[in-house]
């Protein structure tokens, strides 16, 4: 059980987000996942507009009770003009899961990160 104003931990998580171009590009892959989801009680949901699959790639993360972290992926080989159309704008994503995230600024160089309110 969830204590107010602690961190929630994956074996608390009671809902996934699935990019829906899953469905559209692996078809079987989807279908053996959602049957698994639905045999053991995990609700889910499919993202629409996303570029990719990997929602991990953009998706905020939640520790807390409505609180969510969003962190900015942001790798090189992204740069690069061939991959440019995978990259999801965490901004559309967040607004179809109508949620307010705090932006986390990292900076592994200076060893530093903070948030803020977005």
Known sequence: MHKA?????DSEANLVF???LLEQR????????????EATG????????TKDIW????????TGEDVFVQFKFDPD??????Y??????PLTVNDVLNIS??????????????CYQG
Not at 5 to 9: E, L
Not at 55 to 62: A, E, G, L, Y
Not at 84 to 89: A, Q, Y
Request: avoid cysteine.
């Open 18 to 20: 699935v990019s829906a």
């Open 84 to 89: 440019g159309h995978l990259v999801t704008d």
């Open 5 to 9: 104003g602690a961190m929630i931990i």
């Open 26 to 37: 692996y078809p079987a892959f989807y279908s053996r996942l959602t049957k698994e989801f």
């Open 101 to 114: 995230v705090r932006y986390s600024l990292f900076y592994p160089k200076a060893g530093w990160w903070q």
């Open 42 to 49: 995990i609700e889910y949901k499919l993202l629409p507009n």
């Open 77 to 82: 080989y992204l740069k690069q003009k061939k």
């Open 55 to 62: 929602v991990r790639d953009f998706m905020p993360i939640q």
